[in-house]
């Protein structure tokens, strides 16, 4: 089944033999060379393989669905929230060493339990109902084993301890002082789980919806669990809800649209199972990635928008030609066997390089966030990467097989007979590739009153050279075909061609003012659902209590021997440490070390008691004694039968018990001082405290004589920033090699993969502008709920969406170009080939562009700011490069760029140019 069959079944496919040079055929697939010798046809082969073996091709595929479903149900689970910073940063470091000198409190997870009063009893009243609940909660949480820590007001006031103790888990007014009926109360418990272990977030879950749900059943308590485990269950809820969402919303319409462009319902089961297959398989391959590495918890909800887009739109690049091909074979029955072989052997010689050159590039381009040094960045690629090669991989085979093993079923239509025929022929028009390019479009009065008559001296209705042009004959072109074809005259003008380009270049380059230096957030509001309980309780922690008590920083200071048996114990390095943190927190220096209403809370700092009232107990005997002297020989007071029975006696019970469970190691060779900062330790200022905090920790490291680090979750985010926009430029220019690299593979020529980067930037600059002023600069307020932001993009976005952007951006200009360089290779002139292509392509590419966006669509519509921002800068880079790049500014670079566009490959003469029919 060699080129001659194509030419006995759908006419004449091959163009004549002087075209190119002798010694070379080319057939409407694809060229294949000879010289000398004939090159193997891979396309026929693995044509033939399927032919021979399709239906057990699609039985493969249909055991895959099953033996993956249920890991694919899995992946949500296993997802992780929390991340590790880039290795190579101070933070790594500082959290290795916390795992060495602290073991058991780095594997700690802190949950806080905000609680508010709903009848307007203050929550520190003895008759308050949060007294019982939270005595009957620490009944509960004291014999189990997994609590290391349970800290409470009330818990604290049946031990009588001193109001020092207790007043940090009752609100506070912006002035720091309590107010005189507080409404909100906060409970700390520290369990013996890793933040980011599923043991963690079964624990969050049994202790919200067993112990707490049951203890706080019909009281007027307004009970709220936080915490990253605790608020991994509610991202979890609320991708789940978005990707129901997108089953029940985008996914219909979007298969309905595809079924209106295929003409034919039957079609449309090869595009549902393509989905399915590959929705199982990738979700199931990416579950088994998180054995490897770590997983974020948002990557799942982008998969599906990636994959659900992509597969559609290859089903839609195959099928359209399949159904092109069908109609242009001359063969009575298409569905006959050397026939539907040689129409599958067409499509996947145009469109099937197409899907595989875009399936590729896509693939690296979201694998090239691994350039980046952080994990869950690299996870969302790699997820991304999986779902898109098996979109690719299952479009190339199921596709085909399935039109292979029933020809009959997938060429039929179960639409009324001869219905589907007029709808396509009515909007699109029937095939018009044929070898001899003859006029085949039926006469169309709507055409007509679009087209001027044959013969008309409106130049723009065009085709052939500029110095010989030809007026188009409306019975050459369809309805819609009819607007590309004007378009695509347009912009082989040099007038309009030159417009667009300024025109758009001026927009982008005014949005690219804003597009490279965005505010950034980082605060955990973006992760969470809005209006949320976990969203809201997050908010009333920063607003009513120490902004740093969500996430606080620990001074790690290690000891080691260097003060004898007592290590962090011993009085004089207890006196060293208390004397350092009093420098660094002196309000009156004139550059402050901390931003105001910061604490620091430790064992040997900041005195917990009335020393006037204990300093008779001490046992000291060198006077004056000062508040850090005071502190560490309370502190390290061996024998309680010295002190009273009260508050005094309770005060040091607790601290020995901060000391041993909190603040120090078991060997006593190491000390923890943590930070509750005066602002959100997520915030840019946060951000920046942190840099300068570490010098100014390291010239109080040599004065103490100690090695000393800062640790903490926004310490972790900080050195994340850094290191993800640090190799930014790395990551730009490995994903621009690898562009060039592959389209340069696929076209033989520089000038198309040059123009490429020049239109992909035009698409990744506009949507980025766009984003800084609809997020940073609130451009539209409230009146969409997508829309709304927090005043800056989540700094997750940009790097994480940029190779997405890159791949969408060349997707469509894959499959424009692909289709020029087929209609040059057949012997068009160069602005023949693009307006051919244009029409050719105009509405698959819309449509497809279209589907796409309905499936970003999807996210914007969800109340996770982090998916709303990954959605808008996906759905507006689809939409501008769809009905912007791709329509005017690639064709019109393509007009100027001229023969140059093919160097440095040589393409053959163009003697159809004269005869050609657009």
């Known amino acids: 089944m060699g080129g001659q069959q194509f030419e006995s079944i759908n006419g004449d496919l091959s163009t004549p033999s002087h075209v190119g040079g002798a010694g070379k055929e080319a057939d409407k697939g694809g060229r294949v060379q000879q010289r000398g010798g004939r090159k193997r046809d891979w396309?026929?082969?693995?044509?033939?393989?399927?032919?021979?073996?399709?239906?057990?091709?699609?039985?493969?595929?249909?055991?895959?669905?099953?033996?993956?479903?249920?890991?694919?149900?899995?992946?949500?689970?296993?997802?992780?929230?929390?991340?590790?910073?880039?290795?190579?940063?101070?933070g790594a470091h500082a959290n290795s060493e916390m795992a060495k000198l602290f073991p058991v409190q780095a594997d700690q997870t802190n949950f806080?339990?905000?609680?508010?009063?709903?009848?307007?009893?203050?929550?520190?009243?003895a008759y308050s109902p949060l007294k019982n609940f939270t005595l009957a909660l620490k009944s509960v949480l004291a014999p189990d084993r997994r609590v290391a820590a349970f800290q409470s007001y009330w818990g604290m006031r049946s031990d009588n301890v001193s109001t020092v103790f207790t007043e940090p888990f009752l609100e506070h007014l912006p002035n720091g002082s309590i107010p005189v009926c507080p409404l909100v109360s906060i409970m700390v418990i520290t369990v013996q789980f890793r933040v980011t272990s599923d043991a963690a977030v079964a624990y969050a879950n049994e202790l919200r919806s067993h112990t707490i749900s049951r203890l706080g059943n019909a009281l007027p308590l307004d009970l709220t669990l936080t915490g990253l485990p605790a608020m991994y269950t509610s991202m979890i809820s609320e991708t789940m809800e978005n990707m129901e969402q997108m089953d029940m919303i985008v996914l219909p319409t979007a298969l309905a649209m595809l079924a209106f462009l295929l003409g034919s319902c039957r079609l449309l089961v090869i595009p549902i199972l393509c989905l399915l297959v590959t929705a199982s398989a990738a979700f199931a391959a990416v579950d088994g990635v998180t054995h490897v590495m770590d997983i974020m918890t948002a990557a799942p909800s982008l998969m599906m928008s990636i994959f659900l887009a992509v597969s559609i739109d290859y089903s839609l690049f195959l099928l359209s030609r399949f159904r092109q091909e069908v109609k242009a074979c001359k063969v009575p029955d298409p569905a006959e066997t050397n026939a539907i072989h040689d129409i599958v052997t067409i499509v996947l010689k145009t469109s099937g390089k197409v899907v595989l050159a875009s399936g590729t590039t896509l693939a690296v381009c979201f694998l090239g966030v691994l350039a980046l040094p952080l994990d869950l960045i690299q996870s969302i690629g790699v997820g991304c990467a999986i779902s898109l090669m098996f979109a690719m991989l299952i479009n190339l085979s199921l596709c085909p097989a399935l039109l292979l093993a029933y020809p009959h079923f997938f060429i039929g239509s179960c639409l009324p007979d001869g219905w589907s025929t007029a709808v396509w022929t009515r909007f699109f028009g029937p095939s018009r590739r044929t070898s001899s390019r003859q006029n085949v479009y039926e006469d169309d009065p709507a055409t007509t009153a679009l087209l001027p008559a044959a013969g008309s001296s409106k130049s723009n209705w065009t085709v052939g050279d500029e110095d010989n042009p030809r007026p188009v004959s409306v019975q050459q072109v369809s309805r819609v075909d009819a607007y590309w074809l004007w378009i695509a005259h347009q912009t082989q003008r040099p007038t309009f061609s030159f417009a667009v380009i300024a025109i758009v270049t001026i927009i982008v380059g005014i949005l690219g003012a804003h597009a490279f230096n965005p505010k950034l957030s980082a605060t955990t509001d973006a992760y969470l659902p809005r209006g949320s309980s976990v969203a809201k309780a997050i908010d009333t922690m920063t607003t009513s209590f120490n902004p740093g008590s969500t996430y606080p920083y620990q001074i790690l200071i290690d000891v080691g021997d260097s003060y004898g048996s007592a290590g962090a114990l011993n009085i004089s390095f207890m006196v060293s440490a208390c004397k350092m943190l009093q420098r660094l927190t002196n309000a009156s220096a004139i550059d402050p070390v901390f931003p105001p209403g910061t604490t620091i809370v430790t064992y040997f700092f900041a005195p917990p008691i009335n020393l006037t009232k204990v300093s008779r107990y001490l046992n000291v005997t060198l006077p004056p004694i000062d508040d850090c002297e005071a502190l560490a020989y309370f502190v390290a007071l061996p024998n309680i039968s010295y002190l009273p029975e009260g508050q005094i006696r309770a005060d040091k019970l607790l601290i020995d018990k901060m000391v041993s469970e909190l603040y120090t190691n078991a060997g006593k060779t190491a000390a923890i001082a943590e930070i509750l900062l005066g602002v959100n330790p997520l915030s840019r200022e946060a951000s920046s405290w942190i840099v300068s905090f570490r010098k100014r920790l390291k010239v109080e490291s040599k004065s103490l004589g100690l090695p000393m680090w800062v640790a903490?979750?926004?310490?972790?985010?900080?050195?994340?920033?850094?290191?993800?926009?640090?190799?930014?430029?790395?990551?730009?220019?490995?994903?621009?090699?690898?562009?060039?690299?592959i389209v340069v593979i696929s076209f033989g020529s520089v000038v198309i993969a040059l123009r490429c980067i020049c239109s992909i930037a035009y698409t990744v600059i506009f949507v980025s502008g766009l984003a800084e002023i609809v997020y940073c600069n609130d451009a539209f307020g409230s009146s969409f709920y997508g829309f709304r932001g927090n005043g800056a993009l989540v700094w997750l976005v940009p790097p994480t969406i940029f190779p997405l952007l890159v791949g969408l951006a060349l997707d469509y200009d894959i499959f424009l170009v692909g289709r020029i360089v087929e209609s040059r290779e057949q012997g068009l002139s160069t602005r023949d080939a693009i307006i051919d292509g244009v029409v050719d392509t105009g509405t698959v590419i819309t449509a497809a562009g279209v589907i796409m966006s309905l499936a970003f669509f999807g996210l914007l519509l969800s109340d996770i700011l982090l998916l709303n921002q990954m959605s808008f800068f996906l759905?507006?880079?689809?939409?501008?490069?769809?009905?912007?790049?791709r329509t005017l500014v690639v064709p019109s670079m393509m007009y100027w760029l001229g023969e140059a566009n093919w160097w440095p490959r040589k393409m053959p003469s163009s003697p159809l140019s004269a005869n050609a029919a657009i």
């Open 43 to 90: 396309v026929r082969l693995y044509t033939n393989f399927l032919g021979r073996h399709p239906r057990a091709v699609v039985g493969f595929w249909l055991v895959v669905l099953a033996a993956s479903a249920y890991n694919a149900m899995q992946l949500l689970n296993d997802t992780v929230f929390a991340f590790k910073p880039p290795p190579s940063s101070y």
């Open 112 to 125: 806080v339990l905000v609680v508010e009063s709903t009848n307007r009893v203050c929550v520190n009243d």
């Open 712 to 741: 903490g979750f926004g310490a972790d985010i900080a050195d994340s920033i850094t290191g993800v926009y640090g190799d930014w430029a790395l990551m730009v220019g490995i994903i621009s090699s690898v562009v060039l690299t």
């Open 875 to 885: 759905l507006f880079a689809v939409l501008f490069d769809t009905f912007i790049v």
